[in-house]
């Protein structure tokens, strides 16, 4: 397995510009896990969906952030406007609970965005 | 809700020496605890876990031990070598079956040869 994918690995944009984040989990996972991780707050929960449907999206800073997971392969982090205070690293995990209720958690290799 | 606090934020040691980094939780119900490993400009990846049924899980230089009535869980690393430093991240799954981790802020771990 390829592992979890994200795409684009990095982008730079200007502020008030929508930018979309993109993953795809390992195959059969049915948790998807959305971070952010910046030197000042560390590594912090956005959102996570189980089985598509999205599950706790309290660390959704704004509403400026939405997520959507149309299928089990597939999920967006959008963010629209951006500002400068967006710029981090984001990670997309993915995890597969049962039967074995492993709990473990892969991450992707992060988009590092830089909204200027 | 569940809060992980991570201790402490920098640790520096000499090759061959031992590393701990402790983690205190707040959820009693909390049951999977997770240690992360951050290479610069690299994922996160999982290093070693244990669940609340276990005092202790040893991986060769790596053991992780865990404390439920105080709550709190350590991660020890033997023998440090300098591709030990890095970032190391506890972790706390809480929420019952459909819960999430909440990650401490992280122990950059300089090994210095």
């Known amino acids: 397995d390829a592992g979890v994918i994200q795409s684009p690995r990095h982008e730079v944009t200007e502020m008030g510009q929508e930018v979309t984040l993109r993953c795809k989990p390992i195959?059969?996972?049915?948790?998807l896990f959305w971070y952010r991780q910046t030197m000042m707050r560390g590594l912090e929960l956005l959102i996570y969906f189980n089985n598509n449907v999205p599950i706790d999206d309290s660390g959704m800073p704004e509403d400026r952030f939405s997520a959507k997971m149309p299928n089990a392969s597939f999920s967006t982090l959008k963010i629209q406007p951006s500002e400068p205070r967006d710029s981090a690293v984001y990670f997309c995990?993915?995890?597969?609970?049962?039967?074995?209720?492993?709990?473990?958690?892969?991450f992707g290799p992060g988009t590092r965005l830089t909204v200027l | 809700g569940e809060n992980v606090e991570q201790h402490p934020s920098t640790l520096s040691v000499q090759e061959g020496d031992s590393a701990v980094i402790k983690c205190t939780y707040s959820?009693?119900?909390?049951?999977?605890f997770p240690w992360y490993k951050q290479e610069l400009g690299k994922r996160p990846q999982l290093i070693i876990d244990i669940r609340s049924n276990v005092g202790e899980k040893k991986d060769q230089r790596i053991a992780v031990t865990l404390n439920k009535t105080a709550k709190h869980f350590s991660l020890h690393i033997t023998e440090t070598q300098p591709e030990d430093s890095a970032v190391y991240f506890c972790?706390?799954?809480?929420?019952?079956?459909?819960?999430?981790?909440?990650f401490g802020k992280g122990t950059k771990l300089s090994v210095k040869p």
């Open positions: 195959s059969g996972h049915d948790y």
């Open positions: 972790a706390a799954k809480s929420g019952g079956s459909q819960g999430n981790l909440i």
């Open positions: 959820d009693s119900a909390s049951n999977y």
């Open positions: 995990a993915s995890s597969f609970r049962l039967p074995h209720r492993t709990d473990t958690q892969y």
